[in-house]
Every structure is written in structure tokens, then in C-alpha cells.
């Protein structure tokens, strides 16, 4: 997809860019840290049920709970 870009002529312009592309920036900086909070439960998660038994209450309730989030 090919997007094509407006010159940019006014100072009012370049702060509407700059101040677009700041936001963007500090949303698109913080997505590592994101991703590496949503890996580490991943981590935690995968250790807590290679534990379980199969079949186990303690298997099925976190199994429930797994489903429902």
C-alpha cells in the first residue's frame, strides 16, 4: 500500500507532524516493555500448569480460569 505524503508548507502544519508523530512514538516505545510484561505470564503461566495433574481439581480450576480470561 502506497501512501502518499502532503509537503509540508506552514509552521502550523509541522507542529500538527511533530506533535502527531510524538504520540505515536511513546505508544509504539512502550509496546516492548508491554510485551515483555504479556511474556513473563505467558512464562509463569506455562510453569504453574506443567505442575498440574491432568485430570486434577487443581488441573480443572485453573483450566476454568484460563478459559474465562
Known sequence: FI???VAIVTLEQFQRYTDNF???YK???NLPSQL???KKN???FHEQWKSLTPGSK???VKKD???KT
Open 27 to 29: 505508544e509504539y516505545w
Open 58 to 60: 487443581a488441573y480443572q
Open 3 to 5: 501512501r502518499k505524503y
Open 65 to 67: 480460569k484460563t478459559m
Open 36 to 38: 515483555e510484561k504479556i
Open 42 to 44: 505467558f512464562r509463569q
Open 22 to 24: 510524538n504520540a505515536e
